[in-house]
């Protein structure tokens, strides 16, 4: 919900609002403004600089909002983006001018908010819902008429002119958002990635007939990230031998808890613990066997692929892999699980998404089925794996959701 106390204000209030919404039925509206309420947005800000050119910038860092002499354009809000893919950048999760960071001495012409348009007699049920969130007394039946903007903070104009939904269209996005609904309360969305990087390890060791306590795993990445996705592992029998991360880097060879390591790392290590904790950088994991090598860093030398010494390369997220790199792979007889089925398809639905408009959190629900459909890939025999991962079509799950 949005507080009155996160409302950035100018001379202690607002002046004239203006609210438009596209044509949603009373059902539709519902589920869409609950889901929502405004909370997880997007930004693309068309900046004009002191030239007077307007400059686009998608998601643009505070700091970058002081070098156009805190001039903007048009401010315009998309409410159809995964917050979370922004998280590093001014935005956050209430609409709140306070966390733009905004200048004392800067100006909007105006700012845009691309939510959903009701019809003019749904409007005064917007207007009450609006004037509950905000607690306050700015908004007024007529500001849903008004067009008047200008250069300080005393208008905002809020409409929408990027959403214009057919009835299929509408039907999908419904559909996505009741799946939505239905399925977070059952699965950790943070969680994601690790889990269908661990699904994608599962499926490849069955394929192989592989028994996951006879192969060791060492996973390069940064955050909480390669312990969380070790912790998955480990407790289903793999043998994890080593780990890079921000917070430092591991060879296990005696067997040590990770979670040990962990704790070890971040209380400071002794000089007795460090002689127990082999600390290697990237490039001496070179020198380290293992059967499955799990990547969430995308850049490194590409001398480094010809010395690693594994059987599977795991993309936890897309890696920057050229003809050069492909061809070592190959050579050395190395696999490649890409982040086309270890991102839960995420690389391969972005597109798709933006030319959908469909929420990319909305489209990561549907986990589910993208399960259901690696199951039935998996099966298939005669297929190479790759030709496989391929036959994996977010397109054709949307269509058998809608």
């Known amino acids: 919900m949005v507080d009155e106390k996160v409302i950035y204000k100018k001379n202690g209030s607002f002046g004239k609002i203006d609210f438009f919404l596209e044509n949603f039925n009373d059902k539709e509206k519902e589920t869409i403004l609950n889901i929502y309420n405004f909370k997880e947005i997007f930004v693309n800000i068309p900046l004009k600089s002191s030239d007077g050119e307007i400059k686009n910038v998608t998601g643009v860092k505070v700091d970058n909002f002081l070098s156009y002499n805190n001039t903007f354009s048009n401010l315009r809000i998309h409410p159809y983006f995964d917050i979370n893919y922004f998280r590093d950048f001014a935005i956050l999760n209430t609409i709140t ?102 699904y994608s390890i599962l499926k490849y060791c069955e394929l192989k007939k592989k028994s996951f306590d006879e192969l060791s795993v060492v996973i390069y990445g940064f955050g909480e990230k390669p312990y969380f996705l070790s912790k998955i592992l480990k407790k289903e029998g793999f043998n994890i031998v080593g780990i890079l991360t921000h917070l430092g880097s591991f060879y296990d060879p005696y067997g040590i808890q990770i979670d040990e390591f962990y704790k070890n790392y971040l209380s400071n290590f002794s000089s007795k613990e460090e002689a127990r904790y082999k600390k290697i950088d990237l490039y001496t ?73 469909i929420p990319k959190k909305i489209a990561t629900m549907i986990q589910k089925e993208i399960y259901e459909k690696m199951d039935e890939i998996f099966e298939t025999d005669g297929e190479d794996l790759r030709t496989k991962i391929l036959k994996i079509s977010f397109k054709n799950i949307l269509e058998n959701l809608s």
């Open 97 to 198: 001018f306070s966390l733009f960071g905004i200048p004392v001495n800067g100006s909007f012409s105006s700012i845009l908010i691309d939510p959903f348009e009701i019809s003019t007699e749904e409007k005064e049920e917007v207007f009450k819902m609006f004037s509950s969130l905000l607690k306050n007394e700015i908004l007024e039946k007529e500001i849903f008429f008004s067009s008047d903007v200008n250069s300080n903070y005393n208008d905002i104009k809020i409409f929408t002119d990027s959403f214009h939904f057919d009835d299929l269209e509408r039907k999908k996005v419904i559909s996505f958002l009741d799946y939505y609904n239905d399925l977070k309360k059952d699965i950790d969305i943070d969680k994601l990635n690790e889990f269908s990087v661990f």
């Open 285 to 357: 994991f070179e020198n380290v066997r293992s059967d499955i090598s799990i990547f969430y860093v995308d850049i490194f030398k590409k001398d480094f692929l010809k010395n690693l010494n594994t059987s599977l390369i795991v993309e936890g997220r897309k890696m920057l892999l050229g003809e050069m790199e492909i061809e070592t792979i190959e050579e050395k007889g190395i696999e490649l699980l890409p982040s086309e089925l270890t991102c839960s398809g995420e690389i391969l639905l972005y597109d798709e998404l933006r030319k959908n408009r």
